[in-house]
């Protein structure tokens, strides 16, 4: 489990109040050092084209900005009836004690949209997620956690998402609870995927992300 204080690869968690100490986190991913490492642990899946791109200069003192590192991860693509595609990556944490979701976008001018944050828990004790691809490859015995956020202007924007905030998108479906931890053969928390949606119908969404995280 990546569960750093501190630093992590030039990342700076700026949280209120507060010695560094307390500073904890699992770090998904900051997209350092580079392509390989993108390519190994995300996979992709609609018209979203993805690359390592080197981290837009900063506009005057912006602390979130350098927490970036050098590198970002740039999503752009055209939509179809708002929905462009997405990122998606496995997760494996042993413990958990995390509270919300943090993510770093940097948006353009011209790309602008929302980011759908989807989580999926392990309900059947199986440490898998089983989809259906008849149906939008919705979770078959598990449950899937959606909450979405806007896509901002230009300069990096941290986003910070109680876990409370996300809603339970499949009813019915799994056990309806929020259960990241392992415990009893599940698996807790064990997928995330991002997934752009454009302002207009026919549209298109360009933007990067930094610093995917959990933390308290």
Do not use: H
């Given at each position: ?11 700076v ?100 949209g ?20 008849a ?20 300069g ?21 609870i ?22 207009q ?16």
């Amino acid at each position: 489990m990546i569960k750093r204080s501190v630093l992590a690869l030039g990342l700076v968690v700026w949280l209120a109040g507060g010695a560094f100490s307390q500073f904890s986190f699992y770090l998904i991913d900051n997209f350092e050092p580079g392509e390989a490492r993108a390519a190994a642990r995300w996979w992709k899946f609609g018209n979203l084209v993805i690359k390592v791109a080197p981290k837009p200069k900063a506009l005057g003192n912006d602390l979130i900005a350098e927490s970036c590192g050098e590198t970002s991860l740039s999503l752009s693509g055209d939509s179809e009836n708002w929905y462009v595609g997405g990122i998606g990556t496995d997760l494996d944490i042993p413990e958990f004690d995390y509270s919300r979701f943090q993510i770093d976008i940097y948006g353009t001018r011209d790309g602008g949209g929302k980011l759908s944050v989807e989580l999926f828990d392990d309900d059947n004790q199986n440490f898998s997620i089983e989809q259906d691809p008849a149906n939008n490859y919705m979770p078959v015995y598990d449950d899937k956690w959606v909450a979405e956020v806007p896509i901002q202007g230009e300069g990096f924007t941290r986003i910070s998402i109680p876990f409370s905030a996300f809603r339970d998108v499949n009813p019915g479906v799994g056990d309806d609870i929020w259960n990241p931890v392992r415990n009893d053969g599940s698996g807790g928390l064990l997928k995330l995927q991002l997934v752009a949606i454009s302002e207009q119908q026919a549209g298109k969404v360009s933007f990067l992300i930094d610093n995917v995280l959990l933390t308290y």
